[in-house]
């Protein structure tokens, strides 16, 4: 049986999915995502040490950021973790990987 975040989860997954594919601009996918989730969406950097979050959006209008964290498995549905806070920016967990990324990547990836 799926626990309460577990469908949470599943739900806000469904609902990106879907929002990808809306011609929308990204100003309009932040109000709708935010209207969804009841405004609970905020920045990786602003995020808890050791607490395992959902990528809601990546908000940035640079193709080479937004491919860089593709990349990295970083792109909205996925679970990120952040292991710790640096001055520079913050280690995270994305899949099988740890990676250190600065403070602007921190703040353009949405949780």
Do not use: W
């Not at 996918?29 to 935010?34: I, S």
């Not at 395992?52 to 860089?68: C, G, L, P, S, V």
């Amino acid at each position: 049986m799926m626990t309460l975040e577990q469908k949470r989860k599943r739900v806000q997954n469904a609902l990106n999915n879907e929002l990808a594919h809306l011609d929308t601009t990204q100003a309009q996918r932040v109000h709708l995502l935010e209207s969804i989730t009841g405004g609970e969406m905020m920045a990786l950097r602003e995020a808890e040490a050791g607490r395992e979050y959902i990528i809601q959006d990546i908000r940035t209008d640079d193709e080479e950021m937004n491919a860089f964290l593709f990349s990295l498995g970083c792109y909205s549905g996925e679970p990120i973790t952040v292991i710790k806070h640096r001055k520079s920016g913050c280690v995270v967990s994305i899949k099988d990987g740890r990676y250190n990324i600065d403070n602007q990547l921190a703040e353009a990836i949405i949780i």
